[in-house]
Structure formats: C-alpha cells, structure tokens
C-alpha cells in the first residue's frame, strides 16, 4: 500500500468514526438547551433516567424482547436446521423455500395484519409478540445459516455417534452442537442487533408508551415538552442504545463478517 | 449429505438401537418433520397467514377501530390511486432509490479496493467502516437527527443553512444517513467478491502489460459484477422500503416532500386516515411492484452471467 493511499484510507475513516466520537461527547458536553448547561456531566442522562417511565424500564423491555428473540431464533433455527441438512421428509423443499419467501415481503405489508392478528391471539402491546414477530422476520437467514452449518459437519462425525447408540436428539446435543456453535453465534448475533435496532415493528405492534423498547421510546422523548426538542437528552439515548451494539460487534467480528459471508454465497 | 441422512434414517429405525429420550419410535420422516415442526409453526402462523388476511384485509372495510365490516372491493384500491400524496411518494422514493443505490455502490466499491490488501492497517480501516453498520437504523438516524439540528450541530463550518428545511437538502442530508450506516456493509459484500477472484488472472494480465485502468475496467469489474449485481439488489430493495430514516429525520417533511411509499401505508393505517384497508391494498401493490423488481433484476444479474 502506498502513502497516498494510507492518507484517504486514514481520513476516511475518521470521517467514518467521527459522528460517533461526536455523539459520545456531545451527551456529556455543556450546551444551552439541555440539562447540562455547564461544565461536562451526566445532566443528559439524568434526564434520560427520569423521562417518563425512566431509562430502566426501557432498558428492560428492550432486553426482554433482544433475549427472547435470540432463544426463540436459535433454538427454531437450530432445530430447523437439523431438520433440512440430515433429514429427508416430505414437503422439506416447499418448507425451506415458503421461509426464505419472508425475505420478499415488506415488514409494513406483514406487520397491517400482524397487528390484527396479535390482536386476536392476545398478543397486543405484549413483549413476547414482538419477539415472536421479531423471531420470524430472523428465520430466513437463521435457519439457511444453520442449514449450512450442518452440511458442513463431517459425515464421520456423525456416524460416530450413531455407532455409539445415539438417538438423533442425543447426537444432536452432544456431537452436533459444539460443532454448529460458530453459525450459533453468528445467528444469535444477527438476531440480538435485529431485535435490539428495530423500530417500525414495535412501533406498529407496541402503543402502550411504557411497554416500548428503547429506540421508539427516545424518538419519543424528541416529541417532549412543547415541542422543544432536547437534542443532550437525544444524544445520551443515542450513546445508550448505540454502545452494546458496538461492543458486541468488536468483539464478535469474526462471526459477523461470517455471516456476510454465507450471505453473498446464497446470492 | 447423502450418507449421514442414510445412516441417521437407517439407526433410527433399526430395532437393535435403543432409542433413548424418545417414548416410542417413529419413523424417520416423522423424525425429520419432528424437528421441523417448529419452523413450520412460526412461518404458517406469522407468515402465512399474515400474507392471506393482508389479501383480504385489501378487499376489506377494515377501519383500524371498527375492525373487518364486510366486503368492499376494489373500493380500498381504488382510494389509493386517488390518494394525492401516492404519486409523489412513489416519484420520491425512486429517485430516493436511484439516488443512493448509485452513491452507496460507488463509495463501497471504492472502499472495498482501497482495503483489499490484508494488512494490520487495513484491518483497523476495514472495521472503522463497518462500525456504524453495528447501529440500528433508526439509532443512526436519531444521531444524525442530533448532527443536523440548529441547536446543537457541529457542522457549523460547511455553512450550510439548514440541513432538513428544504426538499433538495432533506433529501441529501438523508441521503449522507444511509450512505455513513451502509457503506462499510456493502464494502464487506463486494470484498468477499474481490477475494474469490483468483491471483492468476492478475498475474496473467500483469505479464500481459495492462495497465492498472486496464485491469480494473476489463478484469475487476466484469468478475466483480455477481456481487455487483447482489448489493444492487439488497439497496434496490432497501430503498424502495425506506421509512426509518425519514419518520425520524424529516416526518416526511417539509411539506410533505419526503413521504416515501411505505410512510404513506403507515399514515393510511395508523395516523390520520386509521383504514386498515387501505393500507392493506396498498402494500399488496407493493408487494406486487417489488417482486417484478426482484425478478426483472434476478434476471439482468443472470443475463450477466451467461
């Protein structure tokens, strides 16, 4: 590489991190309008904290719904994924195809009757709807990647445990598991980030304000106070929702860039 | 995975292998259905389903309050062509659509060359990239709502007036949103074709003599055109679906000039209009203009390829 290179390479990406740098000191930074008018602090957050149901409810709901998305995703998936890579059954290829169809269709065309239909199923304004709906937007990529995973696990393996006396649930969970655990983190990963970012579906499905997880309750809060937007408060909301997002992706890269990685051999 | 399928089938219906865990045996398919039960439950009663009421709900008086009052085709189809916000919102979000597809696809395929090497530099620039792709959408577009505010922006020094006040600037300030959240994404896609093509066929052209114009235009970009075409469709897709951005940033402002397709099926449903129905017509005509878009470039991409 050559040192021009290394220069727009470099800019770059400062340009690329500088909104972030930004946004993390402008949430504790001085600035009229906020709560914190003077010297750097905590104020923004302060605000967050106590703004309507308060920043823990909010943290919670969107927990809630991330975990349960994630267990409900990996453990369908893992399932399912077992189910088309060592099975042969009747209708597996019309099953396999109708769940990658998810990925055509818009969330705003499913979510109009998703709302009805949650209604009718008891599920209105509940956290586990929004996982459970959550969940199936995940299938079409969980379940192709535990698919792959399984057909790529040695075929002596396999056998092994069946020589052994396994059952096929048993040599699931003791031979097959460990070996499919790197697209289990990468299908937990997507699905956590999935869960914890969206926004059109909980804003469809969730209107009980107390109920609602963190990214729709700070849009909310922009809408606060006659109209005066509190951009300090805005920014903590954006440091708050944007941090596990950036720590799970350094620390999981490897099994994020693998994910896009099966993606592109699909297309 | 023949033989593992075979092996597995064969054991499980052999009766000298104690089935553990299991009351009774049963048969192989039984088995396989068995563990795609769950799969099959989750796409019949949230897929489905969904996808058969929304066709119904289309030909519906369905209020958001009243529910389901009967049939009353094409009435609700017929709403939406006369809606006067439908035609500016489609003309909005194509030239939306064409508008980032072309920057976004430029600026990643530009970043994917520029860290092609493997090196410990290029690692760090590659992750720099693709951090804001860790963010969720609406929490990116909550940032930039902060970044372009009067009261608080830094970005003083462009002298720019207003970053979301007219319709040519909301629509590149939103434009810059998605282009800082996705760039690193789609570098990642494009870098994974720059990997699979083989060091020959740049050593051949090397010895060869072609220039390195001449190696990007005549070798790169024709191999790279798969995963061209693959990102093509992802932001095509992405694109025409846009709401996040614009329900934060802009509220489909000013003056209405920003509503994209989507927005408009989340007003009709939920804010102002409350008809179920409506909205439901509309995204069945989405649904329909979005899967010939699919296929016609499904097509084009394998075109390509012959």
């Known amino acids: ?267 | 995975m023949a033989s593992p399928v075979s092996t597995l089938e064969q054991q499980r219906s052999s009766p000298a292998v104690p089935v553990k865990g299991l009351k009774r045996r049963r048969r192989p398919k039984l088995t396989g259905w068995a563990y795609a039960a769950p799969t099959a439950l989750f796409v019949l009663i949230f897929f489905v389903v969904p996808v058969i009421l929304v066709a119904r709900m289309s030909v519906s008086d369905w209020g958001l309050f009243t529910g389901d009052r009967g049939w009353n085709a094409p009435e609700n189809y017929q709403d939406v062509m006369d809606d006067r916000l439908l035609w500016p919102a489609v003309w909005f979000t194509i030239k939306y659509t064409v508008v980032t597809t072309v920057i976004l696809l430029g600026l990643a395929l530009a970043l994917a060359l520029l860290v092609q090497e493997s090196s410990r530099w290029t690692g760090i620039l590659r992750s720099s990239f693709l951090v804001p792709s860790a963010l969720g959408l609406a929490s990116a577009s909550l940032l930039f709502y902060a970044l372009y505010s009067p009261q608080s922006t830094p970005l003083g020094f462009l002298g720019i007036d207003s970053f979301l006040g007219t319709p040519s600037s909301a629509l590149w300030s939103t434009v810059a949103l998605i282009v800082w959240r996705f760039a690193g994404f789609y570098m990642l896609l494009l870098l994974v074709g720059l990997q699979s093509i083989s060091d020959d066929v740049y050593e051949a052209a090397r010895l060869d003599g072609a220039s390195r114009m001449q190696t990007f235009r005549h070798i790169t970009l024709p191999l790279l055109k798969p995963s061209l075409a693959l990102c093509a469709i992802l932001c095509v897709t992405g694109s025409l679906l846009a709401f996040d951005q614009f329900y934060i940033l802009t509220k489909g402002g000013p003056d209405n000039s920003t509503i994209t397709i989507v927005q408009l099926v989340y007003n009709m449903a939920f804010y102002g209009q409350n008809n179920l129905g409506r909205a439901a017509a509309l995204s069945i005509l989405i649904l329909a203009v979005l899967l010939v878009v699919n296929v016609l470039q499904f097509r084009g991409l394998r075109g390509r390829e012959d």
């Open chain 1, 1 to 267: 590489m050559r040192t021009p290179q290394h220069v727009v390479g470099g800019g770059l990406a400062v340009l690329f991190l500088s909104p972030l740098v930004w946004a993390a000191v402008a949430s504790v930074s001085p600035q009229a309008g906020t709560a914190q008018t003077s010297g750097w602090g905590l104020g923004n957050y302060q605000t967050l904290a106590n703004y309507q149901a308060g920043i823990g409810q909010y943290l919670l709901n969107s927990t809630i719904v991330s975990v349960l998305t994630v267990l409900f995703t990996l453990g369908v998936s893992l399932l399912g994924g077992y189910a088309f890579a060592m099975f042969k059954f009747p209708g597996r290829n019309l099953l396999f195809l109708v769940t990658l169809a998810i990925l055509m269709v818009p969330y705003a065309t499913l979510l109009i009757p998703l709302y009805v239909l949650l209604n009718d199923l008891g599920l209105q304004n509940s956290l586990v709807g929004l996982a459970l709906v959550l969940t199936m937007f995940q299938l079409p990529f969980a379940v192709f990647m535990m698919r792959i995973s399984f057909e790529a696990v040695p075929r002596e393996l396999g056998e092994s445990a069946l020589v052994d006396g396994c059952g096929s649930f048993r040599a699931l969970l003791h031979i097959m598991l460990p070996v499919v655990r790197p697209g289990l983190i990468t299908v937990g990963l997507f699905a956590f980030l999935a869960a914890w970012n969206d926004f059109i579906t909980p804003l469809v499905l969730i209107s009980d304000s107390d109920r609602a997880p963190l990214p729709l309750a700070v849009a909310n809060m922009r809408q606060q106070v006659m109209g005066i937007v509190d951009y300090g408060a805005t920014e903590a909301g954006v440091v708050t929702l944007a941090l596990p997002c950036i720590l799970l992706f350094l620390a999981l890269q490897r099994h994020y860039v693998r994910g896009f990685l099966s993606g592109a051999l699909k297309g």
